[in-house]
């Protein structure tokens, strides 16, 4: 793995050594992304990445329309473990809209009708955990993407799927913590619950320019949840990280 694909843990780490050499008072207002950018070197989509990594450490708070803020009375023996990895979480859902959609493309044409019904029941199921036990939840919306790939009914794409999740997902300190601090409320639960039940009515239709729509949609609702996070200034900017990967001929295949 390139030193670039962790780029976002270097310049967190350059922040925080920063905000703890007092260069900064607790309680103060960080500079703005931009100028972050500017004075680390690094691109903005770097740049949030590593704020959501100081956020989840416990050294900065974010405050919507306020600012990102070093956070009071914290030294350096009360930050949480790190959670890092080297996958950065807009790295890992550019990932999934990539390598998912064409995966879930391909299903719309080889699913069956059992893998219909079970899909039909974890989502049944999923209904029952909203805003309930959030584990669970994710480990339904685990299966629910894994129907998905089973019903390629091609051993590589359904291994290729279950390693991104496995390696990525849930062996990823950093995605965990997210999804235990800010993806466990019942707004998105909701969310991804619709997400997964216009997946399942495009599977049926067997449309693959449907489903691959639907999935692509699903991950970049969770995308724009990301952007929230670290981005408090500047609610017009969320087409910016992933403008390459727009797909602006989905509409138009036949």
């Known amino acids: 793995m390139s030193s670039s694909s962790r780029r976002y843990q270097q310049v967190g780490k350059q922040i925080r050594n920063t905000l703890l050499s007092g260069e900064l008072p607790t309680g103060g207002r960080l500079p703005s992304e931009r100028d972050l950018s500017e004075r680390y070197n690094a691109s903005r989509a770097t740049i949030r990445e590593a704020i959501i990594m100081l956020e989840l450490q416990g050294l900065v708070e974010v405050k919507q329309g306020a600012g990102i803020f070093f956070v009071e009375n914290v030294g350096a023996n009360s930050i949480i473990g790190e959670a890092e990895s080297e996958i950065g979480p807009f790295e890992l859902l550019q990932a999934r809209q990539l390598l998912e959609t064409n995966i879930a493309s391909f299903a719309a ?10 899909m039909r029941d974890l989502l049944r199921a999923q209904e029952l955990e909203i805003n309930g036990d959030s584990k669970h939840f994710n480990e339904l919306d685990h299966n629910f993407h894994m129907v998905i790939a089973d ?40 969310l991804w619950l619709s997400d997964h039940k216009n997946i399942l009515i495009a599977l049926q239709k067997r449309s693959p320019i449907e489903t691959k729509q639907a999935v692509w949609q699903h991950i970049e609702n969770a995308k724009k949840e990301l952007f929230k996070l670290a981005n408090v200034e500047e ?11 727009a797909v602006p001929t989905l509409h138009n295949e036949k």
């Open 109 to 118: 044409t080889q699913i069956s009708a059992s893998h219909v019904r079970e």
């Open 151 to 190: 019903a390629t009914q091609n051993n590589m794409l359904i291994q290729m799927a279950q390693s991104m999740w496995d390696n990525v997902r849930t062996a990823n300190p950093l995605w965990d913590a997210l999804n235990e601090q800010y993806f466990h409320e019942k707004r998105l639960q909701s």
């Open 235 to 245: 609610p017009d900017f969320e087409g910016f990280l992933f403008a390459a990967n």
